[in-house]
């Protein structure tokens, strides 16, 4: 594992880590290698899973639902 278990980080702590992963994720995707991405993966899943685990009730937006976006409608597509 890289860093610090995610078990052991207090609740900002964690969140930090979060915002920073959350952060690099596009330049990982874009550029970095097959094992940064795959760390990156792992780190990630990491983290989420400990503040999934922290907090199971958490609020979530009816907006990011898939019957909420239902009720959205299709995207929009830009004109080319």
């Known amino acids: ?3 610090v278990d ?5 609740d900002q702590q964690l969140m930090k880590e ?3 992963i ?5 330049d990982t995707l874009l ?10 993966n792992e780190r990630m899943a ?4 400990e503040y999934l685990r922290r907090h199971p009730r958490r609020p979530v937006s009816a907006g990011r639902t898939r019957e909420g976006a239902r009720e959205r409608g299709p995207a929009a ?3 080319a």
């Open 6 to 10: 995610p078990g052991r980080l207090d």
């Open 31 to 40: 550029h970095g290698s097959n094992d940064a991405l795959r760390t990156h």
């Open 22 to 26: 959350h952060r690099t994720r596009h």
């Open 77 to 79: 597509v830009p004109p």
């Open 46 to 49: 990491q983290l989420e899973g």
């Open 18 to 20: 979060l915002e920073a």
């Open 1 to 3: 594992m890289t860093g």
